[in-house]
């Protein structure tokens, strides 16, 4: 499949999942959005703080949990989606700290920015971008989360060197992504 397809396909899938016309990525993992999240480490605790229309079960992880983050730092929320992340992620950093959601999906970036709009998030902002040519300044970032979208990606390296870019000296990358433990068939890759 070539690059740009990829992205079209990812566009496509996840713009249904923003507008509630599918469900989650991985219906084995749970039956719902929010079994989804309850197996994949997020904490009941996590949930009751995030909009609820910021639950659409498309992670693989609870990055914002492990993450330590501090007061007043600056996060780079990769694949942000409606926002689940960046929601955990405003709360930890505070009113003086700036979180950005970056997505490639328009429809998810409206839904993230409206959720952020309702529910009084001041200190998140919504871009629409590709993650490998973010959207935002170098050496701006304290911490990049990225839940479940770097294997999205055709392009890691790229993904990866960007990440380099905007992270200050000494900032932070927190992952959690799929990975397999030996050659995918032919059929399978992408």
Request: net charge negative; with cysteine; aromatic share 4%.
């Amino acid at each position: 499949m070539k690059h740009e397809d990829i992205k079209e396909v990812v566009k496509d899938r996840y713009g249904k999942i923003a507008r509630g016309e599918a469900t989650g990525c991985c219906p084995t993992c749970g039956s719902t959005p929010l079994a989804q999240c309850l197996v994949v480490g997020y904490s009941p605790e996590d949930l009751a703080l995030v909009p609820e229309q910021a639950i659409l079960g498309v992670g693989c992880g609870n990055p914002a949990a492990l993450a330590e983050l501090r007061e007043g730092e600056t996060v780079l929320d990769l694949g942000s989606g409606a926002g689940i992340d960046a929601f955990l992620a405003a709360r930890k950093v505070g009113e003086g700290g700036r979180v950005i959601g970056v997505d490639l999906t328009a429809d998810m970036v409206a839904r993230g920015r409206q959720l952020a709009r309702e529910h009084g998030y001041e200190n998140v902002e919504f871009r629409q971008g590709d993650i490998e040519q973010l959207p935002v300044a170098s050496e701006s970032i304290d911490v990049i989360l990225s839940n479940c979208v770097i294997n999205l990606t055709r392009d890691k390296l790229a993904s990866f060197r960007e990440a380099y870019r905007v992270l200050k000296p000494g900032g932070r990358l927190l992952i959690a992504d799929l990975v397999t433990e030996g050659e995918l068939p032919p059929e399978v890759r992408a």
